[in-house]
């Protein structure tokens, strides 16, 4: 496990990226959305082969993806269920879980769930793929702020709309 300073320093590093601040948050956005997505144990392998087709920032990409962990994957896929469920005109059923996350069990409750989880996490996942594009572009220019350079840097940036070569 990684002790606090290491992930200031990875924090860090992902903050100071000599990338457009929309650029860097555009990537972790998308990052988000996969991590919303049921495909468990594709998360890391779609975020990394969507930020080469579209030319994202991987590693902020690679970060977002891992924005839904063990801990939260549950309670998301639940009120992905119910909220697929009332977009579809259904009544908002509870959706019950094994203690089991295999492929033939996700395959077995897609198939019986597919529909209404799909739209449920598509949903949740493009609300949370806003607010996390959002607050990625507020910290990274927050960050930038302090350090003169790279506020400098951050600023032109802005200004012209895009990165700047070197």
Known sequence: MLDKEKWKKKFKAILSLDSHPGHISAGFAVGVFISFTPFFGLHTPMAIAIAFMFRLNKLTCLTGAWVNTPFTVVPILGLSYKLGRVL????????HLKHELSWQYALKLLDRHGTAILLGTSILGFLAAIIGYFLCYWLVVHFRRKDETLNELTEEMEEVGEDLEQ
């Open 88 to 95: 579809l005109g259904r009544t908002p059923g509870e959706l």
